[in-house]
């Protein structure tokens, strides 16, 4: 049953374009992420926020943005897509910083 | 920071065989670990979590050893069956990095054939 929701599924653009991927998860929890996938399948964590706070921040692009309104809301913006944003950007919740992980389905990126 | 190893990259078995799935991690403080599949277009799913004061776990058919003192976490899924054709990948976190962040083994791609 899936409690990690993500959108959209799939999102093509071009180069210098802004994009934005919306989560939100329904299992109360208290921490959200963001993960990268890429075309080899290995996954980097980006950003952490515990309760609308900001606990973690890769070594990611400056023009990716993490926006957070509640604790059931993370979402990624990428102001100007570069074709290695190409990717499946993943969302996960945890009750706590040290629980289980839940992911969503995945966004999906093809910047052309 | 962490380094999480996991072989092998690919593993191919026969309904029934077992098949197992290894990763080795270099932070000491490492304290919780974590199995994950992935079927194709889809997310990740949870199979089994761990913390480092268990040595061994049982469910439904998947058993996770840790050797702490080897820095070693298995996955062994007895008795496969097709359905179980997938990415598996492990995934650890330290309690000293105060974010809960996990860091993930590359993937391995597991085929069961008929």
């Known amino acids: 049953e899936t409690a990690v929701f993500q959108t959209p599924n799939y999102h093509v653009t071009q180069v210098g374009n802004e994009v934005s991927f919306n989560c939100k998860q329904t299992?109360?929890?208290?921490?959200m992420y963001w993960y990268k996938q890429d075309s080899k399948k290995l996954l980097k964590i980006m950003f952490s926020?515990?309760?609308?706070?900001?606990?973690v921040n890769e070594t990611v692009p400056r023009r990716f943005s993490p926006q957070s309104s509640d604790k059931a809301h993370l979402n990624l913006r990428i102001k100007s897509v570069e074709p290695e944003d190409s990717a499946v950007y993943l969302c996960?919740?945890?009750?706590?910083?040290?629980?289980?992980?839940?992911f969503g389905p995945g966004t999906r990126l093809t910047v052309l | 920071g962490e380094q999480v190893e996991q072989r092998p990259p690919h593993l191919s078995v026969r309904e029934g065989d077992s098949a197992i799935i290894i990763c080795t991690y270099t932070?000491?403080?490492?304290?919780?670990f974590s199995w994950y599949k992935q079927e194709a277009g889809a997310g990740l799913q949870l199979l089994m979590s761990?913390?480092?004061?268990?040595d061994r776990k049982e469910e439904q058919g998947l058993t996770v050893l840790l050797n702490k003192k080897d820095k070693r976490l298995s996955l062994n899924l007895t008795a496969a069956h097709p359905g179980d054709s997938a990415v598996y990948f492990c995934?650890?976190?330290?309690?000293?990095?105060?974010?809960?962040?996990?860091?993930f083994g590359d993937g391995t791609v597991l085929t069961v054939k008929p």
């Open positions: 761990v913390l480092s004061n268990v």
């Open positions: 995934a650890v976190s330290a309690r000293d990095t105060n974010t809960g962040k996990l860091t």
């Open positions: 926020y515990n309760n609308k706070q900001l606990i």
């Open positions: 299992l109360g929890h208290d921490t």
């Open positions: 996960a919740s945890s009750q706590e910083r040290y629980a289980e992980q839940f």
């Open positions: 932070d000491s403080a490492t304290a919780y």
